[in-house]
């Protein structure tokens, strides 16, 4: 079964630091790009970040450019978003979303998986 | 970046009758492969997002055939021919011509 589980998402005070993993499962995980959306309560969906199969091409949102960094590790079916300088309005669901080979990563994420959450509050 | 705008944002839709939402790009959503990269997700209460429709009118596996994709250039359009139950949720169109990867605000469709 293709899976994908999130982890590692928290309450951390603002300024602070947090580390997203997401364990991929069922497929080959090094052939496919990966992003990061998140949805803050009751808001919706906004992409975080893409990281290709290579990890040779890296993108962000601007509103996370410069504090978050994503990063893979092929060996260990692993996707990581390294969250620094947090914000309040970095508190939503982080959701690990495969895109798809046939149509590649403008076709839009095919997997998902069930979100973390991480709360920046004092 | 691209904007995109859905309309309605709520969807009151009585049982069996169809369902209709638009969802319009601030620039041209032509790529230069030629495809246009526009994708729409359902989002059911308490779950994950889904990847329903891509480039347009494509239905992923498993999506029922009553769901069903049409437009071009800026303007788009996903259309429920028979609602169920089981469809009550938050639909969101998205881009992926133009970096960033930017989606509509999402349309809620709920049972009258």
């Known amino acids: 079964e293709v899976q994908l589980v999130e982890s590692g998402g928290g309450l951390v005070q603002p300024g602070g630091s947090l580390r997203l993993s997401c364990a991929a499962s069922?497929?080959?995980?090094?052939?496919?790009?990966m992003n990061w959306v998140r949805q803050a309560p009751g808001k919706g969906l906004e992409w975080v970040s893409y990281?290709?199969?290579?990890?040779?091409?890296?993108y962000y949102a601007d509103s996370v450019k410069g504090r978050f960094t994503i990063s893979r590790d092929n060996a260990k079916n692993s996707l990581y978003l390294q969250m620094n300088s947090l914000r309040d309005e970095d508190t939503a669901v982080y959701y690990c979303?495969?895109?798809?080979?046939?149509?590649?990563?403008?076709?839009?994420?095919?997997?998902w998986g069930q979100g973390t959450t991480v709360t920046v509050s004092s | 970046d691209v904007v995109m705008t859905q309309s309605p944002l709520s969807l009151p839709v009585t049982l069996g009758q169809p369902a209709s939402i638009s969802c319009r790009s601030s620039?041209?959503?032509?790529?230069?492969?030629?495809?246009?990269?526009l994708n729409w997700f359902q989002q059911r209460p308490g779950q994950s997002p889904r990847r329903l429709i891509y480039?347009?009118?494509n239905r992923d596996s498993g999506v029922p055939d009553r769901f069903s994709g049409s437009g071009s250039g800026t303007d788009f359009t996903l259309k429920i021919s028979r609602v169920e139950a089981e469809d009550v949720g938050v639909y969101y169109c998205?881009?992926?011509?133009?970096?960033?990867?930017?989606f509509g605000q999402g349309t809620k469709v709920e049972i009258k």
């Open positions: 979303a495969r895109d798809p080979i046939y149509g590649g990563p403008r076709s839009g994420m095919d997997v």
């Open positions: 069922g497929f080959t995980f090094s052939s496919y790009s």
């Open positions: 990281i290709s199969s290579s990890s040779s091409t890296i």
């Open positions: 620039q041209s959503l032509v790529y230069s492969d030629g495809n246009t990269y």
């Open positions: 480039k347009v009118s």
């Open positions: 998205m881009q992926g011509t133009h970096w960033p990867k930017t």
